[in-house]
């Protein structure tokens, strides 16, 4: 088995190879490799590490478009991920041993917990491929979103009794509320996006809609 960790990336190469750096080759007898989609960002497509998998977007669209991209053509679990995080040793490796002891088809998401930040316990999960492969065209985000688009996915596994929040798996989250220092304009794009998708993440509530169970 592997477990494919992918992340969307635009102009921000450092947080991405702070990340890379984190990533073990492998939890326990499960191998990890990345996949990186570069979202309109040709410059950190050619600067990727050999043997770095990545998927090029020539114009930017966002990360649940990146993101849902990408699911089209992997197979197998998935860790999705962002690029202003690292991972704790044994993070992927507690992930996984959670999803095998709680899913054993691995049919469900084990949430990451998330230091440094306030978070959705579905913003950085392990997701197994059956779960994925319930998704019209293997589209785990509501495309309805820009970027903020995990609630949907947690809030889907919740309802079917199929998501966990796992304490020995943690990222650390460099989010600029809390590391001035790592404000950019990337930042301030996908913030910029914000507030439309919040007003479409009410409605949809509101409505009882949930992407993947009542769409």
């Given at each position: 088995?592997?477990?494919?960790?992918?992340?969307?990336?635009?102009?921000?190469?450092?947080?991405?190879?702070?990340?890379l750096e984190s990533l073990p080759e492998s939890a326990g007898a499960i191998e990890v490799r990345p996949l990186v989609?570069?979202?309109g960002d040709e410059a950190t497509y050619r600067a990727l590490p050999v043997g770095v998998a990545s998927l090029p977007v020539p114009q930017w669209r966002g990360q649940t478009f990146c993101r849902n991209l990408a699911?089209?053509?992997?197979?197998?679990?998935?860790v999705y991920?962002?690029?202003?995080?690292t991972f704790k040793p044994g993070a992927i490796e507690a992930a996984a041993a959670e999803m095998a002891r709680l899913f054993p088809a691995w049919d469900g998401i084990v949430g990451?917990?998330?230091?440094?930040?306030?978070?959705?316990?579905?913003?950085?999960?392990?997701?197994?491929?059956?779960?994925?492969?319930?998704?019209?065209?293997?589209?785990?985000?509501?495309?309805?979103?820009f970027h903020f688009a995990a609630q949907?996915?947690?809030?889907?596994?919740?309802?079917?009794?199929?998501?966990?929040?796992?304490?020995?798996a943690v990222v650390y989250h460099y989010h600029p509320d809390h590391h001035h220092k790592e404000l950019d304009q990337t930042h301030w794009d996908a913030r910029s996006r914000?507030?439309?998708?919040?007003?479409?993440?009410?409605?949809?509530?509101?409505?009882?809609l949930t992407w993947g169970i009542a769409s």
């Open positions: 088995m592997r477990i494919t960790v992918l992340v969307s990336t635009r102009n921000r190469m450092a947080k991405l190879t702070r990340m989609v570069c979202d699911l089209e053509r992997i197979r197998g679990p998935v991920a962002t690029d202003d995080i990451f917990t998330q230091e440094g930040n306030r978070f959705n316990p579905a913003g950085v999960a392990l997701v197994g491929e059956p779960f994925i492969a319930r998704y019209p065209r293997r589209h785990l985000f509501f495309e309805g979103y949907e996915v947690h809030r889907a596994a919740v309802m079917l009794g199929l998501f966990s929040l796992c304490a020995g914000k507030t439309r998708d919040m007003a479409l993440k009410s409605r949809r509530e509101a409505a009882g």
